[in-house]
């Protein structure tokens, strides 16, 4: 979608809220109105924003959990075949498959394994790193590292259209709106 006055892309609009209960009822507000493409964007950790986005359930307990058991079984299926197969010796008569002397690397693996599922899975994800973003932009968007609260709807959503949405973040209590160019 193209902006009007200046025929370059439009990414979307971008509304500044006051304060974290303002941006959180903001956030409801949005997601009951059915947008798709929207984010927002704190300085902090806002408690409950994730609810009342409408986020699902994040993946990455899933990956750990993934990682981890695979770890697990890496680390025991390399241990069965180092003592077990590939070269067996006898020592104080234990069976060549100890498995409780394993134990401690198969834990350590699985913390490993799990540690960095969890971390590649997160970038992945959460689509990182990138390192340009349109909302860089907007001289105003600086500030929501320091001390100010962002909603930004995108343009590709199907119930955007620039001037309704500027209309209706306002009217939810926006203290400024601008229109973001791609």
Same mark, same amino acid.
């Given at each position: 979608?193209?902006? $009007?006055?200046?025929?370059a892309e439009l990414f979307g609009v971008l509304a500044e809220?006051?304060?974290?209960?303002?941006?959180?009822?903001?956030?409801? $507000?949005? !997601?009951?109105?059915?947008?798709?493409?929207?984010?927002?964007?704190?300085?902090?950790?806002?408690?409950?924003?994730?609810?009342?986005?409408?986020?699902?359930? +994040?993946?990455?307990?899933?990956?750990?959990?993934?990682?981890?058991?695979?770890?697990?079984?890496?680390?025991?299926?390399?241990?069965?075949?180092? +003592?077990?197969?590939?070269?067996?010796?006898?020592? =104080?008569?234990?069976?060549?498959? +100890?498995?409780?002397?394993?134990?401690?690397?198969?834990?350590?693996?699985?913390?490993?394994?799990?540690?960095?599922?969890?971390?590649?899975?997160?970038?992945?994800?959460?689509?990182?790193?990138?390192?340009?973003?349109?909302?860089? !932009? +907007?001289? !105003?968007?600086? !500030?929501?590292?320091?001390?100010?609260?962002?909603?930004?709807?995108?343009?590709?959503d199907p119930k955007f259209d620039a001037d309704q949405t =500027?209309?209706?973040?306002?009217?939810?209590?926006?203290?400024?709106?601008?229109?973001?160019?791609?």
């Open positions: 979608m193209a902006n $009007k006055e200046t025929d809220f006051g304060s974290p209960a303002e941006i959180y009822h903001a956030c409801e $507000k949005v !997601r009951d109105a059915g947008y798709d493409n929207w984010d927002a964007h704190t300085p902090f950790p806002v408690h409950g924003l994730d609810d009342a986005m409408g986020l699902p359930r +994040s993946k990455v307990p899933f990956i750990a959990l993934v990682g981890g058991l695979t770890g697990v079984g890496a680390a025991m299926l390399l241990q069965w075949w180092t +003592s077990a197969v590939d070269y067996k010796l006898v020592i =104080a008569g234990k069976p060549f498959f +100890s498995w409780p002397a394993f134990v401690p690397v198969c834990f350590e693996v699985m913390i490993l394994f799990s540690a960095l599922g969890a971390v590649l899975g997160m970038l992945h994800i959460n689509g990182l790193p990138q390192l340009y973003h349109s909302l860089f !932009r +907007s001289e !105003r968007f600086e !500030r929501v590292t320091d001390d100010a609260f962002f909603i930004s709807i995108e343009a590709i =500027a209309e209706f973040l306002k009217g939810i209590g926006a203290i400024h709106v601008e229109l973001v160019e791609d």
